[in-house]
């Protein structure tokens, strides 16, 4: 089964309070039901705290085409396998990270260039997150339009990593329920 397949099949489900790694399963599997769910990875239907600061910063921002938070659940270390989208302006809620994207926090990268969203070009930006004490939680991944140049871009993801840092204490934060 794809990784689209599961998202419209309803299959993916976002843990908010699980800590115990989960081993050897996949996001491409079932993620164990939680008293709250994103089904069909809807961003509307996601409510956790990750979801809230990526709203806040969308409306913020007017001109970001796309914002989007991955990480791995709590217990388990962001720049791995595991890691997942966990917060996104798009309906993209559960998607598990391609290996170039596990290796943005993995390696603590940061990477920006122009790439497709759509039918659009876009000016695409990567790196790793951090809470306020330095410990990578995962990457972001931001979409500007492209015809910013890539230093505004910068500066710009720059000033929302402050933000990011400010907001989240720890990783199990990323998932704190909200209404």
């Given amino acids: 089964m794809n990784q689209h397949s599961v998202f ?11 800590v115990a790694p989960l081993g050897a399963q996949t996001r491409q599997e079932a993620v ?3 008293p709250l769910t994103t ?6 239907n996601n409510h956790i705290f990750a979801q809230q600061v990526v709203n ?9 085409l796309a914002f989007a938070l991955h990480s791995s659940l709590p217990g388990e270390k962001p ?15 559960g998607l598990k990270d391609e290996p170039g994207d596990v290796a ?11 790439a497709p969203l759509g039918k659009i070009t876009r000016l695409k930006v990567a790196v790793a997150f ?18 910013v140049d890539k230093l505004t871009a910068h500066a710009r993801t ?18 704190k329920p909200v209404a």
């Fill in 32 to 34: 164990p039901a939680t």
């Fill in 130 to 147: 951090r809470s306020a004490s330095g410990q990578i939680l995962g990457f972001c991944m931001i979409s500007f339009p492209s015809k």
């Fill in 158 to 175: 720059l000033a929302i990593l402050e933000i990011l840092a400010r907001k989240f204490p720890d990783q199990a934060s990323l998932f």
């Fill in 39 to 44: 089904p069909e990875g809807k961003a509307a």
């Fill in 79 to 93: 720049g791995t396998p595991a890691q997942f989208c966990v917060a996104s302006s798009m309906d993209l809620i």
């Fill in 104 to 114: 943005v926090a993995a390696k603590d990268q940061l990477n920006i260039g122009l």
């Fill in 56 to 64: 806040e910063i969308m409306a913020d921002n007017p001109d970001i």
């Fill in 8 to 18: 419209r099949s309803g299959l993916v489900w976002l843990a908010l309070t699980l």
